[in-house]
């Protein structure tokens, strides 16, 4: 049986001159990305860095699938870091993974780091055009149970966890994909999600096993809506993946549906609850589209549950259910001593299979914590809660101070542990405001020591640039407001739900 990276190569010979991937300013076919990936991992191991996970840091510039490629063909994990992260966390990563070196085609990343080498554009650039070399050894091919990338996730302490992904996890899953959701060879793949999120591994491995050509949307068009729906127009976009919140934001616009994209096939959902509102709306604008709700996290390797929407689950289902697992994988719903919880009964969800991650890199005490063996197979506790229902799985939000807002994934933890550090704050909690089950915003609520700040809009906007040191822009809560003091329950925590029904 090929690996994943024999498979991606194929397509250079079977369709050399196929666009592989491409953003809003070039393209790269497949024959491009077998020389420039072959290329960065002959330069990998002769310099002798394949023995450590790889740091590529950046956006979705052409540069960065062939950066993947090479690194997983050098024997190394890749660590993907979108370039919007800080760089106080990005350090923080950097220790967690002993990673020797960074690979960027981003302009940036300024600052030197002592522990790390770093591989500006230029030198990546004439790394990847070299063609002296021959192409590397298949041995050196990251494969089976070593591990292929590692994402970083919130985590509750203030640090991010890197979640492992082996090559063996990612066929499990990628296999699913291309078998079950009807994929054809050489579709159109939309990437909306930072390759940092699991979610654009959804789109990235069923697209270049296919021989599909994968189609960035970088964040600059997110942002501008005329240039995105012209940029989704020209591409001829067939297979959707997206978080829900974001096909939501293109429905507020009339024109999002089936004139204006003809050629979607697949709409492909997951990462947070997919209501049965925006599933109607647009099953009623793309009538001759498939869409598949589908759920998991990122340490079962993006997805493990599926269901296709139709208008007949729509009507039975409120909320729509998250699926079947994969034929491979197993799913129990459990109590707080592990026992298996009857259909209709709600409990925590354990997923048990060939796509759950080996752990968290280099935090044996997280890993314990959130993974055992079930008969012989790898099982994550997931923190969601869920019951099954005439053979479906629904979603029934978190256990866990979890929440995931505009499809990100944040421990509210990680935020109060990072608030709590800055010298002017005496105590905070973090609250979200939910709205239909939904996490639409976070609210703070701050002690502060004596301070000099006039307004308190002086003071929020001081604590909010404070943050933006320590954490990416979309943990930063919007809302703050000041108490002089937190309430606390009888066993002495904060009271977070009389300060849930004080607020909201
Ligand atoms: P991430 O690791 O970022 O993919 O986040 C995983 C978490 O997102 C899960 O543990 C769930 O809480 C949530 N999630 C993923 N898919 C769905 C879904 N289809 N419906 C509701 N919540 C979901």
Redesign the pocket.
């Known amino acids: 049986m090929k690996s994943i990276i024999e498979q991606i190569d194929q397509w250079a010979i079977h369709t050399p001159e196929t666009i592989a991937f491409q953003n809003s300013e070039s393209s790269l076919t497949y024959k491009n990305l077998k020389q420039q990936s072959d290329a960065l991992a002959n330069w990998i191991v002769n310099n002798n860095y394949s023995n450590n996970p790889i740091i590529v840091y950046g956006h979705m510039q052409i540069e960065m699938i062939s950066i993947f490629l090479g690194s997983v063909k050098a024997g190394c994990a890749y660590i993907p870091v979108d370039e919007s992260i800080p760089f106080e966390r990005l350090k923080k990563m950097i220790a967690n993974s002993g990673a020797t070196l960074l690979i960027t085609p981003s302009e940036k990343l300024e600052i030197e780091i002592d522990s790390i080498t770093v591989i500006k554009p230029d030198e990546l650039k004439s790394i990847l055009s070299s063609t002296t070399l021959n192409s590397p050894l298949t041995e050196t091919f990251v494969k089976d149970d070593e591990s292929f990338y590692i994402?970083y996730?919130s985590g509750s302490t203030g640090d991010p966890k890197g979640?492992q992904i082996t090559e063996r996890n990612l066929r499990s899953f990628s296999d699913w994909i291309l078998k079950d959701f009807h994929l054809q060879e050489g579709q159109r793949f939309l990437n909306q999600a930072p390759f940092s999120?699991?979610?654009s591994v959804m789109d990235i491995y069923p697209s270049l096993l296919s021989g599909g050509t994968l189609i960035a949307v970088e964040k600059s068009f997110i942002e501008r809506p005329k240039v995105l729906f012209e940029f989704l127009m020209e591409n001829e976009i067939e297979v959707w993946t997206s978080t829900?919140s974001f096909v939501e934001m293109c429905m507020m616009n009339p024109n999002y549906n089936e004139e204006l994209l003809p050629n979607i096939k697949t709409f492909l959902?997951?990462?947070?609850?997919?209501s049965n509102n925006s599933a109607k709306q647009l099953l009623n604008r793309f009538p001759n589209a498939s869409i598949y709700?589908?759920?998991?996290?990122?340490?079962a390797t993006?997805?493990v549950?599926f269901v296709k929407i139709t208008e007949e689950i729509i009507n039975q289902y409120s909320p729509l259910p998250?699926g079947v697992p994969k034929e491979d994988t197993k799913i129990y719903i459990m109590d707080e001593d592990g026992n298996v919880l009857p259909d209709g009964t709600a409990g925590e969800?354990v997923i048990v299979g060939p796509s759950v991650s080996k752990g968290y890199l280099n935090n044996l005490a997280k890993t314990d914590a959130a993974y055992m063996q079930i008969n012989g197979m790898r099982a994550y506790k997931?923190?969601?809660s869920g019951y099954f229902e005439n053979g479906q799985l629904f979603?029934k939000?978190?256990i866990d101070f979890?929440v995931?807002l505009h499809?990100?994934?944040i421990e509210i933890e990680d935020i109060e542990n990072n608030i709590r550090k800055l010298p002017i704050v005496h105590s905070a909690v973090v609250l979200p405001e939910m709205k239909d089950g939904k996490c639409i915003d976070l609210h703070c609520l701050v002690v502060v020591k004596e301070h000099d700040f006039e307004k308190e809009f002086h003071l929020t906007r001081y604590l909010k640039q404070q943050l933006s040191n320590f954490m990416p822009s979309y943990m930063i809560p919007r809302k703050f407001s000041y108490l002089t003091s937190l309430p606390m329950t009888t066993n002495g925590k904060v009271d977070r739900k009389n300060l849930m029904e004080q607020i909201y």
């Open positions: 994402i996730t979640v999120f699991d979610l829900p959902f997951c990462g947070e609850v997919l709700n589908t759920y998991g996290p990122t340490e993006v997805a549950t998250i969800i997931t923190g969601d979603y939000g978190r979890q995931k499809g990100y994934r």
